[in-house]
C-alpha cells in the first residue's frame, strides 16, 4: 500500500529565505508525483507535476525534484515570499491515477 | 474560466438529510474524481469516472452514490448524512489516455472544495 510522507508539517521562515520541502513514499511503481498548494478555506492548485522518467522540473520560483528508486521528492522555493505562505501538498500517482497524498507541510513566511 | 468549478461552496445541513454536490470541469477531461478531506487534512479518493463508467469506488458507505451524466460532469449526491460526513469535499479531473498513451502526464485539476457541515 502506497503511503506518502511528508517532513516537516509546518515550517515557518523569513522572507527571502530559500527552502526545501519534502515528501516521500514507498512504493516506486508511480506515473508520476504532482505538487500542489491549498490556501486556507480554498481549493487545490497545481504547482509541477513531475512524470516517472523526469529527475526535475522548474516554474519560476519553484524547482521540484524526483528520485524515484529511493522514494523522494523535494520541492525547492527559492526567494520565498509572503505570497507564498500555504500548505504545500504531494501527490503520487500510480497508473489508476488514485492520486495518494502526503498531510501536507504549513508554510509561514515571515516578512 | 474555472476549469473545475463545485457548486455550492458550503454546505451546512441537519443529520439525515439527503444533499447533492456538483460538478463541472471545462478542460475536456475524460476522467473525474471525488475526493474527501478530513479534518486531519487527508485528502482520500473516493471515485473515479472515466467517460462516464465509474472506475474507481474505494471503501465509501454506499449512501454515498455519484452521478456522471456527461463527461464533463459528476455530482454526488450523499443519501441519510452523518455527522462523520462532515469534511471537505473535492472534485477533480484529470486526461487519461489509453495504456500505452502518455498517462504519466496525467495532471490532475481541482475545484475548490465544498465544506460540507452536518449538524
Known amino acids: 500500500k502506497q503511503e506518502v510522507t511528508q517532513i516537516p508539517a509546518a515550517l515557518s521562515v523569513p522572507e527571502g529565505e530559500n527552502l526545501v520541502l519534502n515528501c516521500s513514499f514507498t512504493d516506486s511503481a508511480i506515473y508520476n508525483l504532482q505538487w500542489f498548494r491549498q490556501d486556507p478555506g480554498k481549493g487545490l492548485t497545481s504547482l509541477l507535476l513531475i512524470q516517472s522518467s523526469q529527475r526535475e522540473q522548474t516554474s519560476g520560483r519553484l524547482n521540484a525534484s524526483l528520485d524515484k528508486s529511493s522514494g523522494r521528492s523535494t520541492l525547492y522555493i527559492a526567494a520565498s515570499q509572503p505570497g507564498d505562505s500555504a500548505t504545500y501538498l504531494c501527490?503520487?500517482?500510480?497508473?489508476?491515477?488514485?492520486?495518494?497524498f502526503g498531510q501536507g507541510t504549513r508554510l509561514t513566511i515571515n516578512p | 474560466d474555472t476549469a473545475v468549478s463545485q457548486t455550492p461552496k458550503y454546505l451546512v445541513t441537519q443529520m439525515g438529510n439527503d444533499k447533492s454536490i456538483k460538478c463541472e470541469q471545462n478542460?475536456?477531461?475524460?476522467?473525474m474524481y471525488w475526493y474527501k478531506q478530513d479534518s486531519k487534512k487527508f485528502l482520500k479518493i473516493m471515485f473515479s469516472?472515466?467517460?462516464?463508467?465509474?472506475?474507481i469506488n474505494e471503501t465509501v458507505p454506499n449512501r454515498f452514490s455519484p452521478k456522471s451524466p456527461d463527461k464533463a460532469h459528476l455530482n454526488l449526491h450523499i443519501n441519510s448524512l452523518e455527522l462523520g460526513d462532515s469534511a471537505v469535499y473535492f472534485c477533480a479531473s484529470s486526461q487519461l489516455h489509453p495504456p500505452g498513451w502518455d498517462r504519466w502526464e496525467a495532471e490532475a485539476f481541482f475545484g475548490q472544495g465544498t465544506r460540507l457541515t452536518v449538524v
Open positions: 478542460l475536456g477531461h475524460d476522467t
Open positions: 501527490a503520487v500517482a500510480p497508473y489508476d491515477q488514485k492520486l495518494v
Open positions: 469516472y472515466n467517460n462516464k463508467e465509474l472506475i
